[in-house]
């Protein structure tokens, strides 16, 4: 019976998907299954060759495989790997090349022999790639194939650098670059102009001969095309699809990039569900939007013939449960985040006291307040709450090197129109064109460059904060020392920046804490930072009294926004509150046009934060709710 149940929950599913709680237990598996491969035949006398891949996806995978290696004697020196891919033109000594990432994080550690490794040769002259991939090919084959391929995802749907239009018989190839994997890889070069147009692949059809095949992808942001691949039809325009006609494969994904998989996304589409509010609510949303009727509107023949007839025989009839649905988002909506003084507060988001509240507004970059909660920062500083700002890091990497050399030569000018000596800083001047001329992509600046890219970021904050609202003094600048790297590869946390935000907290000892929440920020600087508020709040909840009544509130807007059935808190915005968030945001001037780092979304931050503000907006419309310009959405967070 299990069995069975399983079937029906997986009948949208065309091929074998494995699922953990979190990418740390996935690659843990994918690294055991591994070295079993590899101790078992080695018992038989037999060599190991494996397909490896890049990326962030197998970090954890090799990590351990490393350990494995260190404390359990795993050995490799009958191991023979083939690398799926690398960039064209690259240098193998490259910070971004193939050859160093697999050298960094795995061969350097273990006990490989150095000539029973090969990774595409990204030095060759162009005339001379054919022949070096058709000998790639033939390597393979006279070890009898590969024995074990592993894959990550593209968000096209790249295995490999196969991209959308590849054909499922491909071999080893030079290949054209998809503008969206190249704008994934942005940050690694500094740019999306300094990532190479052209990579060497593996071939689907390669990868299609391997014995044992395992794709793994971790977070939210792979949802998307995991569901395509999982569940969608066999296209070009999708390559990852071409492995559903593989009997040998297996999708290795942790719980946030299988959740647009229907049996987590729509379970109630291929199961009896237990009925518990927040899956209640999710299901009488997607309901409305689906049919695309108010709440209220939706009757028992639609509940009926869209898998929900469970949820009305069970807690029917089905116009109680929409009016339960449509008053718990209603009563979401408040005017008042910090609490609405002397008023009933039992269907209040937020609390009615204290009526004047202390709030620390945490921002991850220096932008991160005003485009994902500035109507809701403005307001609770018009609504006389004690609101504090702090930017946990300097952002410094995100500017562009021609507005530091405006900056210092307005600063030049300046010093001479005051009559002082500006040879020193002239000096500093010309070292710092001299090192951008030569500059690599990605190399670390200077100290002098680095500081000038903070004080342009600072400045930005301390105006947007004062437009807001904010007195001088209530405006900190934490510097939180895991990013101070001068890289795009940030340090690991470490208790300095726990300590440091603690000794914040301590001092304001709020009565709410904001913090942002959008967790599919590419540059993983949010999840970071929240990680760090949390553990500071837990680590005063042992001794502060005053955290018990604290509460913590989650923003995004940035990167992408919560669903209307999360939401516990939607402060609506007039047009005139629409205008003063999108002035604050403006000063923001080293991010506005073209940010060094936009991410997968080309528009800019503004114009982001405005359209997801009024999404948000019209889904409380079209749900049968009060019709508001926008809306900033938030989440309560419980620690």
Known sequence: MARLNL???TRYEKLPVSVYPNQHEASLQVARRIAGLISSRQSQGKKTVLGLATGVTPVGVYKELVRLHREEGLSFKDVITFNLDEYYPMQPTAAQSYVTFMNENLFNHIDIDRGNIHIPDGTLPIDDIAGFCLRYEQQIEELGGLDL???GIGRTGHIGFNEPGSAPNSGTRLVTLD??????????????????????TMGIGTIFKAREIILMAWSAKKA?????????????DVPATYLQLNEHVEFVLDAAAASDLTRFDTPWLVKDCVWENTLKKKAVLWLAFTVKKPILKLTEDDYNTHGMAQLATEQGPVYNINIDIFNQIQHTITGWPGGKPNADDSQRPERANPAKKRAIVFSPHPDDDVISMGGTFIRLVDQGHEVHVAYQTSGNTAVWDDDVLRFVEFSIDFDRSLGKDVSELQQVYENMRSFMVRKKPNEIDTQEIRNVKGFIRKTEAIAGARFAGLPDENIHFMALPFYETGKTQKNSVSDADVELTMQLLQKVKPQQVFAAGDFADPHGTHIVCFNIILAALNRLKETEAWVKDCWLWLYRGAWHEFEPYEIEMAVPLSPQEVLRKRNAIFKHQSQKDRPVFPGEDAR??????????RQTAKCYDQLGLAEYAAMEAFVRYHF
Do not use: Y
Not at 224 to 236: L, R, W, Y
Not at 604 to 613: L, Q, T
């Open 179 to 200: 503008d969206l994997t190249r704008s994934d890889a942005a940050r690694d070069f500094g740019g999306k102009q300094n990532v190479p147009t052209k990579a060497i």
């Open 149 to 151: 391929q592993i894959l």
């Open 604 to 613: 800019e931050f503004w114009v982001r934060a405005e359209d997801r503000n």
């Open 224 to 236: 998307p095309i995991i569901k395509s691949a999982v569940e969608g039809e066999i296209s070009g």
């Open 7 to 9: 079937l029906e929950e």
